[in-house]
């Protein structure tokens, strides 16, 4: 990576993130929720593996080595999370592995401490939470989500009807302004 697409990355802001998962749903024909991550991964020629780690921490990783992107999630993972994960692996994907590389993921950079982007964060930390708003973005459309809202207007069924924990649904719903 060169030190200006670093730079790029770094400085890439919430709508700049919507905007690229937005794209890539619309160039790879998932058009209706639920979005399945594995199916992306599939036409992306990325292939998911469900893995045991010896660490119970750790909920996924995807290395790149030439042309060739490998996937693991842990096989213990309730599928909500696996869904979650592969989303987030996919994120680093789309806006962190221009060159070769790997991202190991444990919990804490997934399911714990979220909070928007701010200058204090260091890159890695970053880079997590750029992954992070990715995966909701992807699983939970902007659009899709207004366009349901109103109708559903249930965290509740808003997770059922998107295949995300209500946790993640109501951040969601807090972060578009709609409850
Ligand atoms: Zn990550």
Not at 64 to 74: D, H, I, Q, Y
Request: glycine fraction near 6%; aromatic fraction near 6%; proline fraction near 4%.
């Amino acid at each position: 990576m060169t030190t200006a697409a670093t730079d790029t990355v770094a400085h890439m802001s919430r709508e700049e993130v919507e905007r690229r998962a937005a794209e890539v749903l619309r160039e790879y024909g998932l058009e209706t929720v639920p979005i399945d991550p594995v199916v992306l991964a599939d036409r992306l020629g990325i292939f998911v593996h469900n893995a045991k780690f010896s660490d119970d921490n750790l909920v996924g990783m995807i290395a790149k080595r030439g042309g060739t992107v490998t996937m693991l999630v842990n096989a213990a993972d309730p599928p909500f999370r696996k869904r979650f994960t592969i989303a987030h692996e996919l994120g680093h994907y789309f806006l962190h592995l221009q060159e070769d590389g790997d991202y190991v993921d444990n919990e804490v950079n997934l399911f714990r401490g979220s909070g928007d982007e701010t200058t204090e964060v260091t890159p890695e930390r970053r880079r997590e939470i750029q992954a992070n708003m990715f995966a909701a973005a992807l699983l939970m459309p902007e659009d899709a989500v207004q366009q349901e809202w109103p109708r559903v207007r249930k965290i509740q069924g808003m997770a059922r009807r998107f295949n995300v924990s209500e946790a993640v649904m109501g951040i969601r719903i807090t972060q578009l302004g709609l409850a």
